[in-house]
């Protein structure tokens, strides 16, 4: 079964510094790969998706993730962070064979001004 | 706006108790996913329609059910409820195999 990692639980950034959020994956075949944001109260916003092609994928509000087969990770960028970027990011996969996606316990991105 | 919808916003009820809760997709969307976050279990798969059949099951749970209608809107049937069962319950739907747009989520608190 498809399943996913964010190894960290929160991540704390100075707005204007560049913001990582790591995210690891594990699915038999090729990956559909997304991330999703979560503001307060709120549902989950798509940033971005990997089906195929290029492995830089660039997404909604200045958000990039990174494919990288070998080491089954796609974690999410942004040069410049800013404050309204706190929020929870999650991670998911969903393999080709179902519909399902396979989310990660998301990250808490904390953006200090 | 994700142009999906979920009604109620809220639910307080108490255990034992059965509640439905509503979900209208994307305008054209023919596939329903029904989540659940919780604290402790996080963002969860419960079950996946398309165009009215029930085509993907993950973690739930017998006293839970759901169902899509002609029409295309869906229904979670959450029954004999547990305290557990307290959580934010997402509704989904997308048009391919392709990004799921998600709604705002409805809140059910047992008590």
């Known amino acids: 079964a498809q399943s996913v990692a964010q190894p960290e639980d929160q991540v704390n950034v100075a707005e204007g510094n560049p913001l990582t959020v790591k995210c690891t994956y594990s699915v038999s075949g090729n990956p559909y790969l997304f991330w999703y944001v979560q503001y307060p109260n709120r549902g989950l916003q798509f940033l971005l998706k990997y089906i195929t092609g290029d492995n830089l994928v660039k997404g909604s509000y200045g958000f990039e993730a990174e494919f990288n087969k070998s080491q089954t990770s796609f974690h999410l960028k942004k040069p410049s962070a800013l404050v309204s970027d706190s929020a929870l990011y999650f991670c998911a996969v969903r393999d080709r064979g179902n519909n399902r996606l396979a989310f990660g316990k998301g990250n808490q991105v904390v953006v200090i001004p | ?111």
């Open chain 2, 1 to 111: 706006d994700s142009g999906v919808t979920q009604t109620p916003k809220h639910l307080i009820t108490a255990t034992g108790q059965r509640v439905t809760l509503r979900c209208s997709p994307r305008s054209g969307d023919l596939s329903v996913y029904w989540y659940q976050q919780s604290l402790d279990q996080g963002l969860q798969f419960l079950i996946q329609y398309y165009n009215g059949e029930e085509r993907a099951k993950g973690n739930i749970l017998e006293r839970f059910s759901a169902q899509q209608f002609p029409d295309l809107h869906s229904e979670l049937n959450l029954s004999s409820l547990e305290l557990g069962d307290s959580a934010l319950y997402f509704c989904a739907s997308s048009a391919s195999n392709d990004e799921q747009f998600f709604g705002p989520g409805t809140r059910l608190t047992v008590l």
